[in-house]
């Protein structure tokens, strides 16, 4: 990654909770899988980048990378520091806010549809839920919902079962719906004046969400399951609503919360994140999405030039210097010239990053476990490297 400076952004994107390495912890897990040795490592570039992203504290990592000619992967470390079980290729980890493209797309398949437009207003989709405090869905649209343009308040900084070891503890089960969720942003003035400004805010895709389940009379889970999952067999992503669990082999999430004892974080009643960061895949299954998204078998061309319309995004310089972001898409610049699109996420225990070209043909996925991404911001510019250089080792064949 090319940002050198070592200030953490103050709303990055899918936002880290957590600010300290395991480094010390895991310093005897070792750093590639049993398979891996020196040779090896020396001739496979995804796996020296892999191996590279585990050194900065991560307590396991999965990294695909697909393109014509085929697809790569690698894994290092452990998906359970209790057993001491090796990562595989299929395991599942949360996706957090990389979520929030599903969500996009059913949105735009809606107004394919003609069922809902861009420009409808949140208060003529969800009377009464945007106001007080200023706050005034009248005045906020569906495509500033999508491109993080409303100025609503991000209702996950100031919601302690994600950022405080203790409250998580308390409240890793509790259920939360999204009429809550967003009554803890109308708590809070909104940030700016609807358009003026880009700032991400997790309030956005909670209210997405709702704007679905109001538009079809089906959760956004059944819809994404539904129009995504499904057709596209995509075996291992789900969508719970309040399952704790993930279902079948996966990786096990370890975080400290800032502190300096991690614990064990994969048990987690999702709703709380819900449709800005709620569901479970793989780096196979994800591959399979951002293929056929920008293949167009999701969206017809006006809704998917829709999508990848793109405002600045200053606020995520930090991580992705130039960054623009789109309709759940945001724009990366490639240090080889052009772009690729991509969304990150995060919540405790679990990062996701991805990259994948405008066309589809080439997509990298990368799932790492653990308090990864330090004050320094060190494992996300290692894993932004992995990606931009993956990408750009196509571009030069």
């Known amino acids: 990654m090319a940002a050198t400076t070592r200030t953490r952004p103050r709303n990055p994107l899918g936002r880290r909770v957590v600010t300290t390495t395991l480094v010390t912890v895991l310093a005897g897990l070792g750093l590639m899988t049993p398979a891996a040795d020196a040779t090896e490592t ?64 059913v949105v735009l398949q809606l107004v394919g549809e003609g069922r809902l437009f861009l420009d409808d207003t949140v208060e003529a989709l969800l009377p009464g839920v945007v106001t007080g405090n200023g706050n005034d869905g009248s005045r906020i649209t569906v495509r500033q919902l999508l491109n993080h343009t409303s100025g609503l308040f991000n209702y996950t900084a100031d919601f302690p079962t994600l950022t405080d070891a203790a409250a998580f503890r308390a409240g890793r089960f509790d259920t939360w719906t999204d009429s809550r969720l967003v009554a803890i942003a109308m708590r809070h003035a909104p940030n700016f004046e609807p358009g003026t400004r880009w700032e991400y805010s997790n309030t956005n895709y909670t209210l ?5 389940e109001r538009t079809t009379g089906h959760s956004w889970q059944h819809e994404v399951t539904r129009r995504i999952i499904r057709p596209l067999g995509l075996r291992d992503t789900s969508a719970p609503v309040t399952h704790p669990a993930i279902p079948g082999r996966h990786l096990r999430g370890y975080s400290a919360f800032g502190g300096d004892r991690p614990i064990d974080v ?54 992705w210097p130039g960054a623009r972001y789109g309709l759940g898409l945001m724009r990366v610049d490639l240090t080889c010239g052009g772009s690729y699109y991509s969304h990150a996420g995060d919540i405790p225990g679990y990062m996701t990053r991805n990259g994948f070209s405008e066309d589809g043909r080439h997509v990298v996925v990368v799932g790492a476990t653990g308090d990864g991404s330090a004050p320094d911001l060190t494992t996300m510019e290692v894993t932004n490297t992995l990606i931009d250089e993956q990408l750009c080792a196509t571009k030069s064949r």
Do not use: C
């Open 42 to 105: 020396a001739r496979n570039p995804l796996r020296q980048q892999a191996d590279a992203i585990q050194r900065t504290g991560t307590v396991g990592v999965i990294a695909r990378s697909t393109d014509p000619h085929g697809s790569r992967y690698v894994t290092a470390g452990v998906a359970d520091q209790r057993t001491g079980r090796a990562v595989h290729p299929h395991d599942k980890f949360r996706i957090a806010s990389a979520t929030k493209t599903f969500v996009s797309t």
């Open 208 to 212: 997405a969400g709702m704007i679905i």
């Open 266 to 319: 994969t048990l987690l009643n999702p709703s709380g994140a819900g449709a800005a960061g709620g569901m479970i895949s793989t780096t196979a299954d994800l591959t399979r999405f951002y293929s056929a998204l920008m293949r167009g078998r999701l969206l017809a061309p006006a809704e998917l030039t829709e999508m990848k319309t793109t405002v600045r995004a200053e606020e995520l310089d930090v991580v």
